[in-house]
């Protein structure tokens, strides 16, 4: 029996597992090639006639209008990449942000949600989904997640709807489908918007439908972490021509030239914001969408091989939605019952960690913990939005809600983010060997827990 590295024996691994993003020289040369056009934003407000055209294009035919180089929509990578991301994904707009948080944002604010208006969403994601809701001074009313998916709990969303509901941001977590289905039928039923953050989730399919699409409004993510990355960035789809115009709208400042005809819809929510891409981002984007699929293909791969090699484990549980096959596995979250094990979580991670196995436990906390929600403060000294005149309830972020959320990251989650390229089955294979290292030396680490 080998001697665990947490006690002086030789890890399993010498060299790092790394999470890295997928670099090549087709991201150099599109960079290069931007640099030496000197074109790195090509937005530009309007005073035009046809303004109006440009703001209703679908984004195949925005990619060659007019052959200008100035326009409302922006510059020709951004252009390019939206006509492609929007063919990839089957729909008619594709609007480019500088971030995910930024396009949940903006597709909040085109569906209309304000001051006094809810948002329903899960209390477990990153702290994006809850602050995208408050930019616009709406309120966050966050609910438990499904035990099967770990997304948004539809019985949890019904129980939550109120008269000031407008909305339901639904998140696809770790590249799992939420249970869209009975979310639509929630939604349709009290003529609710869906925006759904597909940021983990890219070309995950529910019921053979790419997610992002099955609701009102789609957003994605480029962050540094992601299945494609830009370093940062997100991309808004629709197939509604008035949510894409207004997305547009709110991007880029409402700089239409709006005047005093200007209709009332066009004038709400339009408050001057920069939410552009550059064009350098751009072109890393076009390159990225090209290595989307073998890039989702090999964290499927690393996903599924290494859930089977740790389903041999006592006290080791992998959710079934694991191998769906219609996911796109982002992180591999797994279930750790350290009641079988007879070793705390935080003991069997360092001893993984010991052996070179970088090994998580989730979010730090959920959403709702965020002293922002405990304090209900986010504007101003007196406690704006929750505050606001225009909302008069007194919403609940309690300390004993979302059992099933809480006991998950606390307790039971171990959440594998090295799954993707460069990382191999050769790295996954020291994954597993170091599982079985550290239980033929279960007795020793029960010994210490017990000294």
Same mark, same amino acid.
């Given at each position: ?59 195949? =035919? ?5 052959? =200008? ?98 909305? @339901? ?30 940021? =983990? ?34 991309? @808004? ?128 906390? @959920? ?85």
């Amino acid at each position: 029996m080998e001697k665990l590295a947490l006690f002086g024996g030789t890890p399993v691994r010498k060299e790092p597992i790394e999470s890295s993003a997928v670099i090549d020289e087709d991201e150099v040369a599109a960079v290069t090639d931007v640099l030496k056009t000197r074109e790195l934003s090509r937005f530009t407000g309007s005073s035009s006639d046809d303004i109006e055209q440009q703001l209703s294009m679908e984004s195949a =035919q925005a990619v060659n209008y007019g052959g =200008q180089e100035f326009l409302f929509l922006g510059g020709r990578k951004v252009r390019q990449f939206e006509a492609d991301f929007a063919q990839y994904f089957g729909v008619k707009y594709a609007i480019t942000v500088n971030s995910a948080t930024s396009g949940l944002s903006v597709a909040l604010a085109a569906a209309g949600a304000g001051p006094g208006d809810e948002v329903i969403t899960t209390c477990l994601s990153f702290n994006a989904t809850g602050m995208s809701i408050l930019l616009f001074n709406s309120i966050p009313v966050f609910v438990d997640i499904s035990k099967e998916n770990f997304c948004l709990d539809p019985q949890e969303v019904k129980k939550a709807i109120s008269p000031q509901t407008k909305a @339901i941001l639904v998140v696809h977590l770790m590249g799992h489908a939420a249970d869209m289905d009975a979310i639509m039928k929630i939604a349709r039923e009290h003529n609710l918007i869906v925006v759904e953050d597909c940021a =983990q989730a890219p070309r995950t399919r529910y019921r053979g439908q790419y997610v992002g699409t099955l609701g009102d409004i789609g957003v994605f993510s480029f962050q540094d972490t992601k299945n494609m990355v830009t370093g940062e960035g997100g991309i @808004i789809i629709t197939n509604n021509p008035k949510y894409a115009r207004r997305c547009r709208l709110i991007r880029n400042h409402g700089e239409s030239i709006p005047d005093d005809s200007t209709p009332l819809d066009d004038l709400v929510n339009i408050v001057g914001c920069n939410f552009r891409m550059t064009e350098l981002t751009a072109a890393v984007g076009l390159a990225q969408l090209r290595k989307l699929a073998e890039n989702n293909r090999v964290r499927n791969e690393n996903a599924r091989f290494l859930a089977r090699g740790l389903n041999v484990f006592k006290g080791i549980e992998i959710p079934d939605v694991v191998y769906n096959q219609d996911n796109v596995i982002h992180i591999l979250t797994i279930l750790y019952h350290a009641d079988r094990v007879g070793v705390s979580r935080e003991m069997f991670v360092k001893a993984l960690a010991a052996e070179g196995i970088p090994v998580g436990t989730g979010y730090a906390r @959920i959403i709702p913990d965020n002293p922002i929600f405990q304090r209900k403060l986010a504007y101003g000294k007196d406690h704006c939005p929750f505050s606001c005149p225009y909302y008069g309830r007194d919403i609940d972020y309690g300390k004993g809600l979302y059992p099933v959320a809480r006991d998950l990251i606390k307790n039971k989650q171990l959440a594998f983010h090295i799954i993707n390229r460069p990382n191999n089955l050769n790295d996954i294979k020291d994954i597993i060997k170091a599982f079985k290292k550290v239980y033929s030396n279960i007795e020793q680490l029960r010994e210490i827990v017990k000294g």
